[in-house]
């Protein structure tokens, strides 16, 4: 791994902002499960898991209407209820993915500014912030419920407003071409990340610095190039 320089007047980017589900959470998986099983319960035809997968990070309504495109929109809160009560079964299985503690504890120590981005509620975040002891390292974060969701850029331009960074101080990064856009439309700059819920042949349709396989290559272009 390249040296991390200390030396803030040599940084290319201020705010470091990360997805959560499928970037700094290995939930990828159980998510798309769960919109599955509660398209089942519901009687719907069951999207296959690259579907599936495909609509992590989005809004409530985005989601719904992509996954189960026949169900009437007065009934996107019966499978909301569903796929709720399927993910909440599973989520204390959810891990950080491996080095991602380290990653942000060696950002934070580096003086970087550090937020979250997600297309989960306040409340969700909350939660997995707090099972995982992890809200201290963030300066600020933004939810699909109190921003317009991704790919909107409202949430970052939101957070890049709090915390003083311009466009090109800020640094999105993700696992959609949701987040890549988000990025885009907000003026920022994006790293792209394959080990989440888009492969990487769709993250490459959209912008971004870098595409990277794995935390551990995460870690090493942002010593080396933020």
Not at 83 to 93: G, K, L, S, T
Not at 172 to 200: E, K, N
């Amino acid at each position: 791994m390249a040296e991390r320089s200390t030396d803030v007047t040599r940084r290319r980017f201020r705010l470091l902002v990360f997805d959560w589900d499928g970037t700094l959470a290995d939930s990828t998986a159980i998510i798309a499960g769960a919109l599955q099983q509660a398209c089942r319960d519901l009687g719907e035809p069951v999207p296959d898991e690259q579907s599936a997968r495909h609509v992590i990070g989005l809004g409530l309504a985005d989601a719904m209407r992509l996954v189960a495109p026949s169900l009437p929109r007065e009934r996107y809160g019966d499978l909301a209820a569903r796929y709720r009560d399927h993910y909440f079964a599973r989520d204390p299985e959810i891990p950080l993915f491996a080095g991602v503690r380290e990653m942000l504890d060696e950002l934070a120590a580096g003086g970087f500014l550090l937020a979250v981005a997600t297309g989960k509620t306040r409340a969700g975040l909350a939660h997995a912030m707090a099972r995982q002891d992890i809200a201290h390292m963030f300066a600020a974060t933004r939810c699909a419920d109190e921003s317009a969701p991704k790919p909107s850029p409202e949430m970052l331009l939101d957070l890049m407003e709090l915390l003083e960074a311009g466009p090109a101080e800020t640094l999105m990064i993700g696992d959609t071409t949701h987040d890549l856009l988000l990025a885009r439309q907000a003026g920022a700059s994006a790293i792209a990340v394959t080990y989440g819920a888009h492969p990487a042949s769709e993250l490459a349709r959209e912008v971004s610095l870098a595409t990277v396989d794995s935390i551990e290559e995460l870690r090493a272009w942002l010593s080396a190039n933020a």
